[in-house]
């Protein structure tokens, strides 16, 4: 059985994408109008620290370079093919004569809307039924957790770790799309091999193979991790077959070990980055993501939970059955369905596996866990056609399945419309002095390429994202021994420090304005330091020899 999309659904379908990227744009529109004379709007709604990070990549590939550089520490180390994704966009942002930020968000939402054609399309493989591909959009897209209900009851499983609803960008659609425009083409791009693998599953053409590697190989340029929870559970079903019994796998276990040599060259070349050189070695070694405990992503997806179980329940009964046997729910691809439901279950152990990116696992997670969850309400209400329970939820099955959505978005909506109303009180972590960043626009006239730039870190990740020029601090896995050095940054501040730091750290220029004003002195009194700039709240300093 293959789905069909009437025009009306089109129209929803298009309608609920419009609404999604509305409100993934909301507080960027929000911030932009809320800046002044006196303020101005960094670009950053969430995670400013990877914000600057993405920026400053893009400011390379602006000036024609491919290869990337950590741009927040001063170590010399030579340049790699790594961050491909943001440097490419500093190529297009140069070829279009846009801005940097401009681009940054011409990106997020082009990617955007990728992501939701790719997602729609996918569920049209998996899911026959009007209702269910609508429900699982809605979920993909919008669905979070039971975070407010954390935040209502001031109840925290781990000290210190709030609902990872509001801050966990990596398994949420709508998170990822609000802030970062290359975890948007991953989700299109994972959506694509998914379901370029189930045409290929019905006896598609097998050049169809070489496009599913095209697009792993490409996930990999812009995440090398981001394809191996969906390679494990496309080789999951295959081996599921395998143990069935099932013939004529010649040709997919064929295809499948072509996409896995697809993705080899780029493993072996990012696992020679990382270790032959010690400074890449040192940022690997601290690009530490670990998962928070099991009671946060328990209540992260807790609306999904009981209606994925029921999907998981009709996975299972249906590998049980016996190969040449009917399938019990025609309106649902169950091979699809069998999938994601691996896809699921292998993210959230790789999540617990004792290794350093444990939660990047988690990537697009809603997109997986949304689709099973949609087959559970599905089998739920309209499965049963003669339990008298069912036959009254099938009457409203239409509204249940908005009430569904809504209430799994209830995080999501509630960040999105915090942040926008955020936005005109000008929070300090995202909203930037004038007279900083005037000071700030100034250092490129001045600085000659290599030398680096002092400053305590928030200015440090402006210096990066609006001018390119490497920063001695400024980022907790991009600075190469992030500790130590904010205790250093501290005591050059405070006045304790000397020339010969500064000479070995490579610094050409430092920077004095409100956030390094911790004492509440005029200006740094240094002899190696010579005023190269002031306005009424910023001083720049050049080191001297």
Not at 31 to 45: L, M, T
Not at 254 to 277: D, E, K, R, W
């Amino acid at each position: 059985m293959s789905s069909r999309f009437d025009k009306s659904e089109a129209v929803i379908a298009g309608l609920v994408s419009i609404v999604y990227l509305l409100l993934t744009s909301l507080p960027y529109l929000a911030g932009y109008a809320a800046q002044n004379e006196a303020s101005v709007f960094s670009g950053a709604a969430l995670d400013r620290q990877d914000y600057a990070v993405h920026l400053a990549s893009m400011q390379l590939g602006a000036r024609g370079e491919w290869q990337y550089q950590l741009q927040f520490t001063a170590e010399p180390h030579p340049g790699a093919y790594v961050k491909l994704g943001y440097v490419f966009l500093g190529h297009v942002a140069r070829w279009l004569g846009m801005t940097i930020p401009g681009t940054y968000q011409l990106g997020r939402i082009a990617f955007g809307l990728a992501a939701c054609l790719a997602v729609y399309w996918l569920l049209g493989q998996i899911l026959f039924t009007r209702l269910a591909r609508l429900v699982a959009l809605g979920l993909a897209l919008f669905g979070s957790g039971l975070g407010w209900l954390e935040w209502l009851f001031h109840w925290s499983p781990q000290a210190g770790v709030s609902p990872i609803d509001f801050w966990l960008i990596d398994p949420y659609l709508f998170l990822g799309g609000m802030a970062f425009p290359h975890f948007s083409l991953i989700t299109a791009l994972l959506a694509i091999m998914t379901g370029l693998f189930l045409h290929l599953r019905r006896g598609s053409s097998g050049w169809l193979w070489g496009l599913l590697a095209l697009c792993a190989a490409m996930s990999q340029l812009i995440q090398p991790f981001a394809p191996f929870v969906l390679d494990l559970a496309m080789a999951g079903v295959l081996g599921l077959d395998l143990i069935k019994g099932r013939k004529n796998l010649i040709n997919q276990i064929g295809g499948l070990c072509l996409v896995g040599l697809a993705q080899m060259p780029l493993l072996i070349y990012n696992q020679h980055v990382f270790t032959s050189n010690p400074v890449w070695a040192a940022f690997s070694a601290q690009n530490i993501t670990l998962s928070p405990k099991i009671e946060y992503y328990l209540f992260g997806f807790g609306i999904f939970w009981p209606f994925a179980i029921l999907g998981l329940v009709q996975v299972v009964k249906n590998w049980t059955q016996a190969p040449d046997q009917s399938r019990e729910y025609p309106q649902i691809n169950m091979d699809g369905l069998g999938l994601v439901a691996i896809w699921c279950g292998a993210a959230l152990l790789l999540a617990f596996w004792p290794l350093n990116i444990q939660r990047r696992f988690m990537q697009a997670y809603t997109l997986p866990l949304g689709i099973l969850a949609s087959a559970g309400f599905i089998w739920l209400v309209e499965g049963q056609k003669h339990a008298k329970l069912v036959v009254g939820l099938a009457k409203h099955k239409s509204s249940l399945g908005l009430g569904f959505v809504l209430l799994s978005a209830i995080s999501s909506l509630y960040l999105g419309f915090g942040l926008s109303l955020q936005m005109p009180l000008r929070p300090a972590a995202l909203f930037d002095p004038a007279a900083l960043v005037q000071a700030v626009d100034w250092l490129p006239t001045q600085a000659v390429a290599g030398e680096v730039v002092l400053a305590s870190e928030q200015t440090s990740q402006l210096v990066a994202a609006r001018t390119g020029l490497r920063v001695y601090f400024g980022h907790p896995i991009e600075t190469i021994a992030y500790q130590s050095k904010a205790r250093l940054v501290e005591n050059f501040y405070a006045g304790r420090s000397d020339q010969e730091w500064i000479s070995r750290s490579q610094i050409g220029w430092v920077i004095y304005g409100p956030a390094e004003n911790n004492a509440g002195r005029t200006g740094l009194d240094y002899p190696f330091l010579r005023l190269a700039f002031q306005n009424n709240s910023v001083k720049v300093y050049q080191v001297t020899p």
